[in-house]
């Protein structure tokens, strides 16, 4: 029973790696491991960053105001309302501590969990205003993976174990990042089914989009140009929801597919900027770990291959596999008649 298991699991490792699109060659694995070091260390500068810019309006936090703190600040309710500011500010000192222990002793798996409690502290603070807001999940999750890290990845001289856990790390980080863009899709497809089937208006329709759209923009009371001329134009919107939905329930099978990093990582980046000037919805931080994360993935291939990329792309690939197993090959053509 064992031995059928093993080989299951080895068979469906084979189904999600697919062809590899980037050649193992000689120096491969220093160069992926190199790059990986590179961009965990770019992560807990940006956590740095993050704490040290958010901090002018994060200390507005500490004046008296009503709070339904969360679980991760739970233990603030313990002061009274008089001292809840100070504990506050503590709260944002430690955040900022924690981070810059995170950026400069990231080879320390002590201060990388440091960095990840004081993000995690200071995200569970500004939700607890009433309102949730999901923009800074994904730092959360990031760094709660790449606290797994092994002991000596930051080392120059790591051995190959360490290397290669390394990099594990950072394609689970990968992954994790992606998981979350297929939750928000598939939730996309079962609400939009369940209107679909209730004789609802649904995203699948024609102008589903700009129903969502007139919707957001009445509900925050704000102004978007390209939004209201997609109201207008429900031809140019129709097919902008269903695209974005497979574009985000297909996310996960690109963790599998390194020829896929770059350009499906670039349209997540797009899918932002899209909502931001039309739907009103930001997430600056997504952006920078989409293009932390994949446009400069070490998996990647150096050169977008656009070809692969076609044959890697969820469903589609399937269809563009069996058009270019139809196209003769340049070996196959007959040379012309001399």
């Known amino acids: 029973m064992p031995a059928a298991s093993s080989f299951s699991l080895r068979r469906l490792a084979r189904w999600l790696a697919g062809d590899p699109a980037v050649p193992a060659g000689p120096g491969a694995l220093d160069r992926r491991f190199l790059r990986a070091q590179v961009l965990v260390r770019a992560f807990y500068a940006f956590v740095l960053y993050l704490a040290v810019v958010e901090l002018p309006s994060s200390a507005g936090l500490a004046q008296p105001r009503r709070w339904a703190f969360l679980w991760p600040v739970a233990w603030l309710d313990l002061f009274p309302a008089g001292a809840q500011g100070a504990a506050i500010l503590a709260l944002l000192g430690l955040f900022v501590a924690t981070s810059l222990a995170g950026a400069l002793f990231a080879g320390s798996r002590a201060a990388r969990i440091a960095a990840l409690l004081g993000l ?8 607890s205003e ?20 092994p002991r000596g990845w930051a080392r120059d001289d790591a051995p190959r174990g360490a290397r290669l856990g390394t990099l594990q790390t950072f394609a689970a980080a990968q992954a994790m990042i992606l998981l979350t863009y297929t939750m928000s899709g ?3 497809i079962s609400g939009g089914l369940w209107e679909l089937f209730s004789g609802r208006a649904h995203p699948f329709h024609l102008d589903g989009f700009a129903r969502v759209i007139a919707a957001r923009l009445l509900q925050t009371h ?4 390209p939004g209201a001329w997609l109201i207008l134009h429900p031809w140019a919107s129709g097919p902008l929801l269903p695209g974005a939905i497979y574009l985000q329930a297909a996310s996960l099978w690109v963790a599998f597919r390194p ?6 990582g670039a349209c997540l980046m797009l899918f932002h900027l899209a909502n931001s000037l039309i739907l009103t919805i930001h997430f600056p931080h997504s952006v ?7 446009l400069a993935s070490p998996f990647a291939p150096a050169r977008l291959e656009w070809r692969a990329a076609l044959a890697a792309l969820p469903l589609w690939g399937a269809l563009w596999r069996r058009i270019a197993a139809r196209r003769p090959s340049p070996a196959a053509e007959v040379a012309p008649a001399a």
């Open 186 to 188: 598939f939730g996309k």
């Open 130 to 149: 009433g309102k949730i807001g999901h923009s800074l999940h994904l730092p959360v999750l990031v760094a709660l993976v790449l606290a797994f890290l």
């Open 120 to 127: 995690l502290e200071w995200v569970a603070l500004r939700n």
């Open 222 to 225: 704000s102004e978007s140009g």
């Open 288 to 294: 920078f770990l989409l293009a932390l994360f994949f």
């Open 259 to 264: 020829a896929l990093h770059r350009p499906w």
